[in-house]
């Protein structure tokens, strides 16, 4: 297992100096303006925003959805192996790819960077309680910015699906999410597993 978790993280200081210079390279690469038209510039970034409500104290839903989304990076990830700062390699089935985990703030955000095909991702995940804590609220965003606008017929297609992937991704966490934290009764999870798989074969169809 520890050789298998050390493919997972990165722990070499000269491998993470490299990323870290790779990482800003990137950036100012694509943060760089393209198009004189701002309307242009604009198409250039993708927004992805979805919202959900959990009736549970945040403690358990920020512990249960940094789980899901440890192993949804890697399956041998574990949430101890998470830090801020830390980069990461995902699972070959996500074509290996370096990640960095930007900001870890316990019970109350998550935000995950990646670069992949000349495209900037961020992934952030907000959680806040109600006075009472019983009631936690999610919101999730996935920010995409490439080197060239969506503006052509392929571009909003591919930008498309890739946003119904997203959402369909989402929903099905929050139904992982509401299994793990006991919400529903063992009564209905049958039924709930296979509106989760009816999803995820959904999205998987998609092209």
Request: glycine content about 2%; overall charge positive.
């Amino acid at each position: 297992m520890a050789k298998e978790l050390k493919s997972v993280k990165i722990l070499d200081q000269k491998v993470i100096e490299e990323n870290q210079i790779e990482f800003e390279k990137n950036r100012e690469e694509i943060n760089k303006q393209v198009y004189t038209s701002v309307i242009e510039e604009r198409a250039r970034v993708k927004k992805i925003i979805c919202r959900a409500k959990i009736k549970k104290e945040i403690e358990s839903v920020f512990h249960q959805y940094l789980n899901i989304t440890a192993k949804d990076l890697h399956p041998n990830l574990e949430v101890d192996q998470l830090e801020e700062g830390g980069f990461y390699v995902t699972s070959k089935s996500k074509n290996r790819i370096t990640f960095l985990v930007k900001k870890l703030e316990i019970n109350k955000e998550i935000m995950v960077e990646w670069f992949s095909k000349d495209q900037w991702f961020t992934r952030t995940i907000v959680f806040s309680s109600n006075s009472k804590n019983n009631v936690t609220k999610i919101k999730y965003m996935d920010i995409s910015k490439g080197k060239r606008s969506i503006a052509g017929f392929m571009e909003r297609h591919v930008a498309g699906v890739y946003t119904k992937r997203q959402q369909l991704a989402f929903i099905v966490s929050m139904f992982q999410l509401k299994i793990d934290l006991g919400i529903y009764p063992k009564s209905k999870i049958p039924a709930i597993e296979k509106r989760m798989e009816r999803a995820l074969n959904y999205s998987r169809e998609l092209y």
